[in-house]
């Protein structure tokens, strides 16, 4: 019923930019929050950004400074800013979010990755 597809992942140098993208099947305006989170080779999938219904942002310490998360209710689309990259960024990013269903279930949704490499 939901569905989110990241894009704009590829290969870039370090200190470079890109803008990675979530579309969402639907309207995101009804979702508690969503955000952003990587997973390096061998590692755990971890937390990049947040952003709230809100407006609210949250990063991870490593990430801040130089990442911006940021939504377009009317695209229905969410994004994430990421500038000085280093190689250590390297990861396939995944787009998230979750909302409450009308049963006050929490409702968890993931897109299927977009990869990310950093090179020195």
């Known amino acids: 019923q939901v569905q989110l597809v990241e894009s704009g992942g590829g290969l870039v140098q370090a200190g470079g930019s890109l803008r990675l993208s979530c579309a969402a099947s639907?309207?995101?305006?009804?979702?508690?929050?969503m955000g952003w989170y990587r997973q390096a080779p061998g590692k755990q999938r971890d937390l990049v950004a947040t952003i709230s219904s809100g407006g609210s942002t949250n990063y991870a310490e490593s990430v801040k400074g130089r990442f911006t998360i940021s939504r377009d209710n009317a695209k229905n689309t969410l994004y994430l800013q990421m500038n000085s990259l280093k190689p250590e960024d390297t990861a396939v990013y995944y787009c998230?979010?979750?909302?409450?269903?009308?049963?006050?279930?929490?409702?968890?949704?993931w897109g299927q990755g977009t990869q990310v490499i950093v090179s020195s």
């Open positions: 998230h979010a979750k909302r409450y269903s009308s049963s006050y279930h929490l409702m968890e949704y």
């Open positions: 639907g309207t995101i305006s009804g979702f508690l929050a």
